[in-house]
């Protein structure tokens, strides 16, 4: 039984007004970042109303309702509404009517290290697209009585995680029309990849690791399991970790269908540069890029 529900998304970005370029084919580049006294915050989150400051700057708000599957609760497979500058939120809305038909219906699945965004960016593409939202993790952790991650390392061991991480997978595979954040260690298991691409599409959110550790050294590592074997500074720690398992998962992350190079493609030295929404547009455009083309589209049943 599908039960519907409301949702909220609600934390802060930046964006910047004249970063954005348009070729006149219609897809999306980036251009270089605007000085930093033209950077404006903003919030996503739900049911926010029309600003109109200026045309260039207006807000909009982009709402979609969600629902819940049977054995899931809605607190992890949902959708929200997404509050972004008129223009990045154009964008976004205009990518996703482009890959829609390309698509077909088939669920997106988020790889990558961990801390490299994709419940963030999960949640934006979700709401866009008009998907529902999972979390493996969160999944797991609900499975084993409310019990955190980490927790569930260090009272069942990585090997009964992993164990779990492949049944929830298997469950999400039956379903259609989903964005799932996975697990940094979701790629390790060759199964695992027959579920994710059995419905689903896999992109790997590709983050430098000096970004990568920077982020999780700011947040603190004590909710990231697989940190705990190294020593020193948070920043070191996280990056003595993330190399190695870079290392061990890189060829792992390249069997993905699509890649969003945060450094290559996009050209930004410092990730903490561009927004979650404008990850998601590059998103929607490698899905694109893959989709177009030949095994893509059989994939997709076009």
Known sequence: MEAGVACK?????????????????????FGRIAKQEH????????????QTSSNRHRSVSLEVSCSSYTNFSASTIETGSIHAPYDEALMLKNKSLEVEPYLNGHSIYLVGLMGSGKTTVGKILSHVLGYSFCDSDTLIEQEVNGMS??????????????????????????????????????VVRDVNWDYMQKKGIVVWLDVPLEALAQRIAAVGTHSRPLLHYEDGD?????????????????????????RVSLEGKLGYRDVSDLTPTEIAIEALEQIEVYLKEEDGMAIAGL
């Not at 998304?9 to 006149?24: A, D, Q, V």
């Not at 569930?152 to 039956?174: A, M, N």
């Open 39 to 50: 950077k404006t915050g903003v919030v996503v989150s739900a049911h926010f109303p029309v």
């Open 234 to 258: 948070p920043y070191t720690k996280a990056l003595k970790r993330l190399s190695y398992l870079l290392e061990q998962r890189g060829k792992n992350y390249a069997k993905a269908n699509a």
């Open 149 to 186: 991650v980490a927790e569930i390392f260090k009272l069942h061991g990585e090997s009964f995680f992993r164990k779990k991480e492949t049944e929830v997978l298997q469950r999400l595979s039956s379903k259609k029309q989903l964005v799932v954040s996975t697990g940094g260690g979701a």
């Open 9 to 29: 998304l609600n934390y802060p970005t930046w964006i910047e007004s004249e970063r954005f370029g348009r070729k006149s084919t219609g897809s999306l580049r």
